[in-house]
C-alpha cells in the first residue's frame, strides 16, 4: 500500500522557519512526482509545490515563492518542505500527495501537477505572531 508519512510540524513565531518531511513507501518513489498542499481552517485545500521524479521540474504557487522551496531524496524516500519567513497565514495542516502525472511545460502549479492521488494524513504547522 502507498503511504505518506508527515513530520516536522509545530509551533513557530512569525519570520521562523520550519522543515516539513514526508516518508514514503509501497510505491517506485523515483518515479512519482510529489507535492504538497495545505488546509487552513475554514479554507480550501490550496497547492504550494510540486516536483518532477527527474531532478529540475519546480513549481510553486505565488503565495509561498521564494520563501518555500520544496526538494526530494529519491535515496531516502523522502519530499522536504522547507519554510521560511514563516506568517501567520501559514497556519495550516500540511499534507504531501504523490500527483499522477506532472507536465513539465506548464506555466504554473495548477497545471503542471493538476491531479493528485496519494495523500498523507497531514501534519499541523501554527505561526503565532
Known amino acids: 500500500d502507498v503511504q505518506l508519512v508527515e513530520s516536522g510540524g509545530g509551533a513557530v513565531q512569525v519570520g521562523g522557519s520550519l522543515r516539513l518531511s514526508c516518508a514514503a513507501s509501497?510505491?517506485?518513489?523515483?518515479?512519482?512526482?510529489l507535492a504538497w498542499f495545505r488546509q487552513a481552517p475554514g479554507k480550501e485545500r490550496e497547492g504550494l509545490a510540486c516536483?518532477?521524479?527527474?531532478?529540475?521540474?519546480?513549481f510553486y504557487a505565488d503565495s509561498v515563492k521564494g520563501r518555500f522551496t520544496i526538494s526530494r531524496d529519491n535515496a531516502k524516500n523522502t519530499v522536504y518542505l522547507q519554510m521560511n519567513s514563516l506568517k501567520p497565514e501559514d497556519t495550516a495542516v500540511y499534507y504531501c500527495?504523490?500527483?499522477?502525472?506532472?507536465?513539465?511545460?506548464?506555466?504554473?502549479?495548477?497545471?503542471?501537477?493538476?491531479?493528485?492521488?496519494?495523500w498523507g494524513k497531514g501534519t499541523l504547522v501554527t505561526v503565532s505572531a
Open positions: 500527495a504523490t500527483i499522477e502525472m506532472f507536465y513539465g511545460n506548464s506555466y504554473n502549479l495548477y497545471e503542471a501537477c493538476p491531479h493528485a492521488d496519494h
Open positions: 516536483i518532477s521524479n527527474l531532478p529540475g521540474r519546480i
Open positions: 509501497g510505491f517506485n518513489f523515483n518515479e512519482y512526482p
